[in-house]
């Protein structure tokens, strides 16, 4: 999990303003996610991406969009229509997933609040 | 989709003592069990995990069971030492997705 990267650490937003946090990974891994994180919450997956120029929703994706240009690199825009989105945002990567390689790797995670 | 329900929310134990955190999932498709640990404000960090075609697995004082007949699985940690106090995360996964139990908040007390 060393291998991938996340930023800003910390991220304030204004209402109505679009942020884009930064997720990189130097692990050749095909499969990228983003999660959030709630307090006394599990992870609950926003947007995943299974190979370059593809990618698909998952349970909480409404406010958010995501690109998957490069194989390293799946950014994840909080946009104005998120009507919520103080949270823990968590990028993860896998090897390949559906061919037995499942193990999710962290990133360090981005705090975001709203102002 | 998969529910994934985790108990209990919050365990305190005497240091020296085993702790036992239980997961149930719903999609019989399932095929494998990872464990998280995260520490306050840290990324979650896999501790152990399992996959269908096994019972039971151990990595010294951790270990983990599975039960699909009854769609469980649970996280036995023993010789619990301060440092295992953390929030922990049962998922399952069927196909391209993990999904994930709510947390359990575990507490050593030295």
């Known amino acids: 999990d060393g291998g ?30 983003w ?8 992870l609950r997956l926003i947007y995943y991406s299974q190979i370059v120029n593809d990618f698909q929703k998952g349970d909480i994706a409404e406010g958010y969009s995501v690109s998957r240009e490069k194989k390293e690199s799946f950014p994840l825009t909080v946009t ?21 390689s499942d193990t999710q790797y962290f990133g360090p995670g981005t705090r975001l609040t709203v102002l | ?13 005497q240091e020296g003592d085993s702790a036992v ?3 149930t999932y719903s999609d019989s498709a399932s095929n494998y069990f990872p464990w998280y640990k995260q ?19 151990k990595d010294q004082r951790i270990a983990v069971t599975l039960n699909k ?28 997705q993990l999904t994930f139990g709510k947390g359990t908040k575990l507490s050593v007390i030295p």
């Open chain 2, 21 to 23: 955190i239980k997961c």
């Open chain 2, 69 to 96: 007949t009854a769609k469980h699985f649970s996280l036995h940690i023993t010789e619990t030492q301060p440092e295992d106090s953390a929030v922990y995360f049962c998922a399952a996964s069927g196909s391209y």
């Open chain 2, 39 to 57: 520490e306050l404000g840290k990324r979650p960090q896999l501790i152990i995990d399992i996959r269908s075609n096994v019972g039971e697995k």
């Open chain 1, 80 to 100: 104005s229509a998120q009507k919520n989105p103080t949270a823990f945002y968590l990028c993860a990567s896998s090897i390949a997933p559906g061919q037995g």
């Open chain 1, 4 to 33: 991938i990267t996340q930023s800003p650490k910390y991220l304030f937003r204004k209402e109505g303003q679009n942020v884009t946090l930064s997720c990189e990974q130097n692990l050749n891994h095909d499969a990228m996610y």
């Open chain 1, 35 to 42: 999660y959030r994180q709630d307090p006394g919450q599990g």
């Open chain 2, 1 to 13: 989709g998969e529910n994934v329900e985790q108990h209990p929310s919050t365990l305190s134990v």
